[in-house]
């Protein structure tokens, strides 16, 4: 028997990156920290934090900037695969994404007004600033 799932519901006022297939909110646009970044299906998006999710197995995924501990993220109504979570990165000047999400923008919609393109900035150099 499968458990309950409670969903997470954003209010109006929050601009909300929602999954394209069911309009379950996943992410809030104050919570998107780069959008500088690659996925299966292109460009993808670094979150601090993101709800609706049920994340599989661990997995060792080779990335072009190096070796990654991951977790796949599945939407908890629909269950399509909406990105990752960094678990363990191997590369010191990667350890900035563990703990931190991937979403990938072609499985998201936005609610609310567009806001205006975030800078890409890396965070990694930000640091030396």
């Known amino acids: 028997q499968m458990g309950r799932f409670y969903r997470r519901w954003f209010g109006d006022e929050e601009v909300v990156y929602k999954c ?8 809030l646009y104050k ?6 970044f690659r996925g299966r299906t292109g ?4 979150f601090s934090m993101v709800v609706n999710v049920t ?4 997995e ?17 109504a629909c269950q399509e695969r909406v990105g990752w979570k960094y678990e363990v990165a191997f590369e010191e000047d990667q350890k900035y994404k563990e703990g931190r999400y991937i979403l990938e923008e072609q499985l998201l919609s936005l609610s609310g007004d567009r806001p ?3 800078p890409d900035m890396d965070l990694v150099e930000r640091e030396g600033e």
């Open 20 to 27: 394209s297939e069911c309009d379950t909110h996943l992410a």
């Open 55 to 58: 994340a599989g197995p661990l």
């Open 31 to 36: 919570e998107l920290l780069s959008t500088n």
């Open 60 to 76: 060792n995924s080779m990335m072009t900037t190096g070796r990654h501990t991951i977790r796949c993220l599945f939407c908890v």
């Open 43 to 46: 460009n993808a998006l670094l």
């Open 116 to 118: 205006p393109e975030l």
